[in-house]
């Protein structure tokens, strides 16, 4: 598969449905086994960020069925998780469980935004996250859409989605697939 560097700036992103893409990796993940996702930290935080020009590494996990691949990356709200989220360049805006959204406390802001889907459109709720990080590396507050991902830890056990909005604030990522690491400029 090799390495990809993706451009986040929103320009030359292939845009989808938001439910689309949620629909797509529930059902991608419906096949996967539960917990088929562990974390490791693969390097210190504090020395990437000493370097110009350094990159901060998040682990990656790949998983591949068929024709289609996903890529996992742990990302921890208010210090809880870390939680398996799809790598998602595709999708516009990110995206928690509801399971998740409960049991970290996140607040509703009241709005709700329009999804749609293959098959249907919907309202669903917007919530806002004010500490999250995906690995080590801290993400601006922000808002997500909340929605019923299927049951807590089953079929495969995707907790959210991490989308455009969030990753074209750090101007260009690597998704390195072969080495599983998501190269993330550091500041």
Known sequence: MGR????ASGTGLR????????????????ALPAGCAVYEDRDDPDAAQTSPGAVREVPLRVVEQGDRTLAFVPVTIDGEGPFRFALDTGASTS?????VADRV?????GERRAV????????????RVDQWEVGNVPLDPGEVTVIDLGPPG???????????????????ITVDYDDGVLEIPAP
Do not use: Q
Not at 18 to 30: G, H, S
Not at 95 to 99: L, N, Q, R, S
Not at 116 to 127: C, D, M, N, Q, Y
Not at 154 to 172: A, C, K, N, Q
């Open 4 to 7: 990809r560097d993706v451009t």
């Open 154 to 172: 089953g079929g495969g056990g995707i907790e959210g989605l991490l989308g455009s909005d969030v990753l074209s604030d750090f101007g260009s």
């Open 15 to 30: 845009r989808r449905p938001r439910l689309v893409a949620v629909l797509f990796a529930a059902l991608l993940c419906a």
């Open 95 to 99: 995206v928690v469980a509801e399971d």
């Open 105 to 109: 406390g996140l607040e509703l802001t």
């Open 116 to 127: 749609s889907g293959i098959l249907e459109t919907g309202e669903v709720p917007v919530a």
